[in-house]
Nanobody
Framework: QLQVVESGGGLVQPGGSLRLSCAAS???????IAWFRQAPGKEREGVSC????????YYADSVRGRFTIFRDNVKDSVYLQMTNLKPEDTGVYYC??????????????????WGQGTQVTVSS
């Protein structure tokens, strides 16, 4: 079955940038791939999602204009380019796959496969 692995997290100052990677064990065409994040004491929230088959993208209001999600079909990977990072972006970021190509940022439970998470810390 599908496996996804996140990487690219780290410590960055406010206003800085990071690129997160979600590497898959097989081609992602049959899936929608979403990024979720969770900070201590806060609910898990959807960040962004892409339908790999046609490239349709979705963004949470809190990140629209700052984050960009895109795919690389050659590498079977999805990326989240994060710019102008803010302290409130801090959290563990997870990538998740939906086998019916659904993007629903308000409902993490629709996803069938999850990565282990990568920590993003935005602090001065």
């Amino acid at each position: 079955q599908l496996q996804v692995v996140e990487s690219g997290g780290g410590l960055v100052q406010p206003g800085g940038s990071l690129r997160l990677s979600c590497a898959a064990s097989e081609p992602l065409d049959p899936y929608a791939i979403a990024w979720f994040r969770q900070a201590p004491g806060k609910e898990r929230e959807g960040v962004s999602c892409i339908v790999s088959r046609d490239g349709t993208t979705y963004y949470a209001d809190s990140v629209r204009g700052r984050f960009t999600i895109f795919r690389d079909n050659v590498k079977d990977s999805v990326y989240l380019q994060m710019t102008n990072l803010k302290p409130e972006d801090t959290g563990v970021y997870y990538c998740a796959a939906n086998k019916f190509r659904l993007c629903v940022l308000r409902d993490p439970d629709i996803n069938d496969f999850w990565g282990q998470g990568t920590q993003v810390t935005v602090s001065s």
